[in-house]
């Protein structure tokens, strides 16, 4: 039976919202595991021997090759950029992935992560030390403790079967939003030989990071290496680029909420205050160099294209700059999740051929 | 015998702030008048924020002396039948306080209300009023009635706020009152009515002898008819101080002011857990959406609460949180002007619940 378009379009919208509550949730997550490691509860102070770094590109090397010979100027394919990387001391390296939802009965998609967690299982170049190598580093897989148990029971089962064989130490950490009277993260470890955190904590008895404590680095790193729910990202940009440009304008102060204004803002803007503003920049200011630039050039022209696609707005120089037919919304988030939810529920009723999809598709699995 | 001129006489003494203040104070002994106060903060100097921008409404100045400048406004109502509105009015630095200024005059009810509050609110800009909480206001009049001796502090008439249960929740409603009672007595009323002074007027007594009538708004505006010396030390200038404390607290928040755009957030704190209950969740995000001229989007609402604002007045953003029972968390974005977020803090005050603004630090 076709649901009725009212409520695909509300089931849409709850599924962006849901997609929107994931990926907040994952940038909570690897802010809050790796605060356990660079922030000291005693002292109230950053551990100034702890850094950390996301989305890092980090080259492996094999045993008998030299760190050196890998390279460091351009991007390899074999490359990695872990959601999360932590150096203590100069001495000790973890690399991790954060995977909120890990497949339940779903053996490809479970290979998949694997198999991306063993390339992280290799002398890795490029880490923010001296001579950007390490003696050793810690593999942890984090992921949401509703599917813990999936990743859990899929490891032990490759491991026994001697498919799956980690060489450096390698963990699952669960993790939860707790949605106590105070919300904060928890982390827990669900498998593995652990690996220790700094400080009094312990991630066997499993941590709590109040949310609270994290308001400030949330606030300026909202976006991580894979790419945003659309409506979120649109509602960055207007926000904190397109409005900004519009307020320019001496029309702008009597623009009604029927009314439009034209503005034209180019991609370059869009790329350098979300980079500036809401990428994970802080962490890497004295490490740049591997780093790869957020949000990614991809990711802003999709979302100008879904302007377009939309009629909000026009190329002006394809690719480059935009025209916005601008207007004062009075939600903007919620004005972008009901688009982008109309379009899908559109998609999802009136399926095209494949080769005659002339319009914008569904939201894609970020990585 | 002809009668002095006392207002004629007034004008030609005031020469600075303290001649200003004690002419006020014998002109409302010799003659009736009221003086209205409007205590400001800008960090323009009053030549610049007080000329003409074209409009209906033309300024000039009329004498300029150390710290002290005397203009005229002018408003022409659209109607061709409506006369002008016209009338004179000083504006006074206040010494020992950074950026810190009062307007004063003796002016028409109308004149202020048709004229001279249109101007700055029109100038929003240019100057930053304070607002008054309701405890704020309690323990303000509690030292002027204490500091000048006064009997008592008769309330005569109170605009409140009052949060009604309602079939929806629960409403916010405005209304007036008459309580004709004392400052004590006042507070308790409202207490009583779960409510919240929005401006009180009440009179001043010794004994049973009313000294002055005087109101105060919550945005710090303030009249007078007698005992003009009292209410100038005890509230206007207390009130520029208050406003100029705004300013420091909410001021260079924005990130493009700070190095390498570190946010520098301030929390709302509640001595009651006011989000102990879930449905608090929706009253508040309501209370937000009252928010004029604004975007309010919900990024999350239930259990904590996360909302992004834009205000379309000046361009500012702002994520506001809600982590803790006892605390909002308001977070300025790239930009955030000191009027944006007194804004927001009086929309909360306005129609959610008052509480104690801070700074809310970064840790580590």
């Known amino acids: 039976?076709?649901?009725?378009?009212?409520?695909?379009?509300?089931?849409?919208g709850k599924a962006v919202r849901e997609q929107i509550d994931d990926y907040k949730d994952t940038v909570f997550a690897i802010l809050g595991f790796c605060s356990l490691w660079f922030y000291d509860e005693t002292t109230r102070q950053n551990r100034t021997y702890v850094k950390v770094f996301q989305g890092r590109r980090l080259s492996p090397y094999g045993s008998g090759e030299h760190p050196s010979s890998v390279g460091s100027e351009s991007d390899n394919e074999k490359d990695i950029t872990p959601d999360l990387g932590i150096v203590v001391r100069d001495e000790r390296g973890i690399v991790g992935e954060v995977k909120k939802n890990f497949p339940r009965d779903d053996v490809q998609r479970s290979d998949k992560i694997f198999e991306q967690l063993k390339t992280y299982d290799q002398n890795l170049q490029g880490w923010p030390t001296a001579d950007e190598s390490l003696p050793s580093h810690h593999i942890v897989l984090l992921v949401h403790q509703t599917t813990a148990k999936s990743a859990e029971d899929y490891y032990i089962s490759e491991a026994n079967k001697g498919t799956l064989?980690?060489?450096?130490?390698?963990?699952i950490v669960r993790f939860n939003r707790s949605d106590q009277r105070q919300p904060y993260f928890f982390f827990q470890l669900a498998h593995g030989q652990g690996c220790p955190i700094e400080g009094s904590g312990d991630l066997g008895h499993g941590v709590q990071v109040p949310m609270q404590a994290l308001v400030h680095l949330y606030s300026e790193c909202k976006l991580y290496d894979a790419q945003p729910p659309l409506p979120y990202l649109l509602h960055l940009i207007w926000e904190h680029v397109i409005t900004p440009i519009a307020y320019q304008d001496p029309k702008f102060e009597r623009l009604r909420w029927n009314q439009k204004l034209d503005v034209n803002v180019s991609v370059d803007d869009m790329l350098k205050t979300l980079y500036e503003g809401f990428s994970f920049r802080h962490w890497h200011l004295k490490y740049l160099d591997r780093?790869?630039?957020?949000?990614?050039?991809?990711?802003?022209?999709?979302?100008?294209?879904?302007l377009v696609s939309c009629d909000l707005a026009k190329w002006v120089i394809q690719d480059e700059e935009l025209a916005v037919s601008y207007?004062?919304?009075?939600?903007?988030l919620g004005d972008f999740v009901q688009i982008k939810a109309k379009l899908d529920a559109k998609t999802l009723m009136n399926p095209s051929l494949p080769g005659f999809d002339g319009g914008t598709k569904p939201h894609q699995d970020p990585k | 015998m002809e009668r002095m001129d006392f207002t004629s006489l007034f004008y030609n003494q005031v020469r600075d702030h303290e001649s200003l203040v004690r002419g006020l104070d014998s002109l409302l002994g010799s003659e009736t008048h009221t003086v209205t106060a409007i205590p400001y903060v800008s960090d323009q100097a009053p030549l610049d924020c007080f000329r003409s921008q074209g409009g209906k409404r033309t300024v000039d100045v009329l004498s300029t002396y150390d710290g002290l400048q005397l203009f005229e406004l002018v408003f022409r109502p659209p109607e061709d039948n409506e006369g002008l509105v016209k009338g004179r009015f000083f504006v006074a630095k206040q010494p020992n306080l950074?950026?810190?200024?009062?307007?004063?005059t003796i002016e028409s009810v109308d004149f202020v209300r048709r004229a001279l509050l249109p101007f700055v609110e029109h100038n929003k800009h240019e100057f930053y009023l304070t607002f008054l909480r309701h405890e704020d206001l309690r323990s303000l009049l509690g030292s002027f009635r204490s500091e000048y001796g006064f009997t008592d502090l008769r309330v005569v008439r109170a605009s409140l706020i009052s949060r009604f249960p309602s079939e929806r929740g629960e409403a916010i409603i405005p209304s007036l009152s008459w309580p004709r009672l004392g400052l004590e007595g006042a507070f308790?009323?409202?207490?009583?009515?779960?409510?919240?002074f929005r401006s009180l007027t009440f009179e001043a007594l010794r004994e049973s002898r009313v000294a002055a009538e005087v109101s105060i708004y919550r945005n710090g505006v303030t009249k007078t008819d007698g005992d003009f010396l009292s209410v100038y030390a005890s509230l206007v200038s207390r009130l520029c101080a208050l406003a100029r404390s705004n300013v420091e607290l909410f001021g260079h928040r924005s990130r493009r002011e700070n190095p390498d755009l570190t946010v520098r957030p301030l929390a709302i704190h509640f001595d009651v857990e006011q989000f102990e209950d879930v449905e608090e969740n929706a009253k508040f995000i309501g209370a937000m959406r009252k928010l004029d001229n604004a975007s309010v989007s919900v990024v999350h609402g239930n259990p904590y609460i996360s909302l992004a604002v834009m205000d379309y007045s000046d361009g500012s953003a702002f994520d506001i949180w809600v982590l803790n029972p006892s605390e909002i968390l308001i977070v300025p974005q790239f930009r955030s002007t000191v009027a944006a977020i007194k804004r927001v803090i009086s929309c909360i005050f306005e129609n959610y619940a008052e509480g104690t603004i801070r700074d809310y630090p970064r840790v580590g």
């Open chain 1, 165 to 171: 064989v980690f060489s450096r130490p390698f963990s």
């Open chain 2, 188 to 196: 308790k009323y409202a207490n009583e009515q779960n409510a919240w």
């Open chain 1, 327 to 332: 207007k004062k919304h009075k939600d903007v």
């Open chain 2, 98 to 104: 950074a950026d810190a200024y009062v307007v004063l």
């Open chain 1, 291 to 306: 780093q790869p630039e957020i949000p990614r050039r991809r990711w802003i022209l999709e979302a100008c294209q879904f």
């Open chain 1, 1 to 12: 039976m076709v649901m009725p378009e009212l409520q695909q379009i509300e089931q849409q």
